[in-house]
Antibody
């Protein structure tokens, strides 16, 4: 079965860089039509999509955070890494990684949806 | 402020049918698929509906999705206490800034 788990620091200081790792099993990120995305949720607030990496190494980023985000994959290790620079207290949130499945093509191009999610990891930004 | 607009709350009694709306624009819902996620308290979101109206295996047929123009709806029939959760709509957006995913602000469903 497909499982994903996020790992990384629980506390980071303002201006530091956050590095989160998503370790997954049950699928390969070299398989056509597969992706892994990152979504975050500040305490008591809504979900916010951050980034997605496709099986072919294509990448998509949130326009509002694009300058701060980098997503990479290590297919041999079954891992996806998200880095976010210049962390701020407003970035305090639970960060989720999720398995993406190709839903087909529409106006925005190839559409992926998130059908399996990790448990999430809470990252607090504070000095 | 979320790109997709949902009512912050909804409620119903057991057995009732409730609907949750999601309003967007031509660059997201109007031209792309809509997805719905359920988030039970203290847990990760779960996919409920994909491609506007498709249910993943294991999701009861009490849940249904629809889309018309730049709006979408999630309907829950035969409401049950375990349906009490937050519900989020999502869609891809193909604005000038490049394709990206947008979420609604979420709707908290209370089963009275």
């Amino acid at each position: 079965q497909i499982t994903l788990k996020e790992s990384g620091p629980t506390l980071v200081k303002p201006t530091q860089t956050l590095t989160l790792t998503c370790t997954f099993s049950g699928f390969s990120l070299s398989t056509s039509g597969v992706g892994v995305g990152w979504i975050r949720q500040p305490p008591g607030k809504a979900l916010e999509w951050l980034a997605l990496i496709y099986w072919n190494d294509d990448k998509r980023y949130s326009p509002s955070l694009k300058s701060r985000l980098t997503i990479t994959k290590d297919t041999s290790k079954n891992q996806v890494v998200l880095t976010m620079t210049n962390m701020d207290p407003v970035d305090t949130a639970t960060y989720y990684c999720a398995h993406g499945t190709d839903a087909g093509i529409a106006a925005a191009g190839t559409q992926y949806y998130f059908d399996y999610w990790g448990q999430g990891t809470l990252v607090t930004v504070s000095s | 402020q979320s790109v997709l607009t949902q009512p912050p709350s909804a409620s119903g009694t057991p057995g009732q049918r409730v609907t949750i709306s999601c309003s967007g624009s031509s660059s997201n819902i109007g031209s792309n698929y809509v997805y719905w996620y359920q988030q039970l308290p203290g847990t990760a979101p779960k996919l409920l509906i994909y491609r506007n109206n498709q249910r993943p295996s294991g999701v009861p047929d009490r849940f249904s999705g629809s889309k018309s123009g730049t709006s979408a709806s999630l309907a829950i029939s035969g409401l049950r206490s375990e349906d009490e959760a937050d519900y989020y709509c999502a869609a891809w957006d193909d604005s000038l800034s490049g394709p990206h995913v947008v979420f609604g602000g979420g709707t908290k469903l209370t089963v009275l």
